[in-house]
């Protein structure tokens, strides 16, 4: 078990990471509209209404009326928006933080955002296939997460992340150890405990869906696993860089007379 902490990573492309702020800032509000500012029969009410329940989806079921807050369909999203409590937030919008500036990168702005939307549906569209007839709504951004940590396996093995190893021991490591272990928790826990508390499906949905889109959705040079950037400002000085001239010969030798 690790927690990720910080990575030796610097962006390349943009100055900011905007959408992963601006993702990271609005599920906290979220958050605090709806598990704070609001009384337990309103919370109840928006997980139900917002939380992606399979088979109100799947049609195995119909929703109250009066808690139907959006299209059925429209849930594929917004339950990646709510959270249970704060140490399910906190975790979701740390492995946010460390990872996806850098993701957000290597795809831009406007394409991370549809990668992190699609990532988070794929995440619910797999959790409904491996419980189809579930009427428990799914909540959080673990989906939508665990398709970041892919693409940035997939874009940066070899980059240290400092990680904390069992709660206590801060280890800066390759990203590909604790991430390689992460992810393969993730398959193990989907075949040993499918149907437990906690979402698997949805994270196995996540991997995979981030680790195909990143690989067709980053920008035109970004190379995959870490390989050699050859930056813009390298190339303009090397083609600024005049041609070797052909060496020139010596002049032969004279014998110079010297009169008397």
Request: proline share 8%; net charge neutral; aromatic share 12%.
């Amino acid at each position: 078990m690790f927690i990720p902490l910080h990575d030796r990573n610097s962006l390349r492309h943009i100055r900011m990471q905007y959408v992963t702020i601006g993702l990271i800032l609005t599920n906290a509000m979220v958050f605090a509209f709806t598990n704070m500012l609001m009384p337990e029969s309103v919370i109840q009410a928006s997980v139900y209404g917002l939380g992606f329940i399979p088979a109100v989806v799947f049609d195995y079921a119909a929703l109250d009326p009066s808690l139907a807050l959006v299209p059925p369909d429209a849930t594929l999203i917004t339950y990646a928006f709510l959270h249970s409590n704060l140490m399910h937030l906190g975790s979701n919008m740390l492995f946010l933080w460390v990872f996806g500036d850098n993701v957000e990168d290597a795809l831009g702005h406007v394409r991370f955002l549809l990668f992190y939307l699609a990532c988070a549906a794929a995440g619910a569209l797999f959790h409904g296939l491996v419980g189809p007839t579930s009427q428990s709504p799914l909540i959080g951004a673990s989906g939508a997460v665990s398709g970041v940590v892919a693409a940035y396996l997939m874009l940066h093995p070899k980059v240290r992340v400092w990680v904390l190893v069992l709660f206590r021991f801060p280890l800066p490591l390759p990203a590909f150890l604790p991430l390689l272990f992460w992810i393969g928790q993730q398959f193990a826990m989907l075949a040993i405990d499918g149907e437990g508390e906690v979402s698997w499906g949805a994270h196995v949905g996540g991997i995979l869906t981030g680790a195909l889109l990143v690989v067709f959705m980053r920008r035109r040079g970004v190379p995959l696993f870490d390989r050699t950037i050859v930056t813009p400002k390298a190339v303009e000085h090397q083609q600024a860089a005049p041609p070797l001239a052909p060496a020139v010969p010596p002049p032969p030798r004279r014998t110079v007379h010297w009169g008397r």
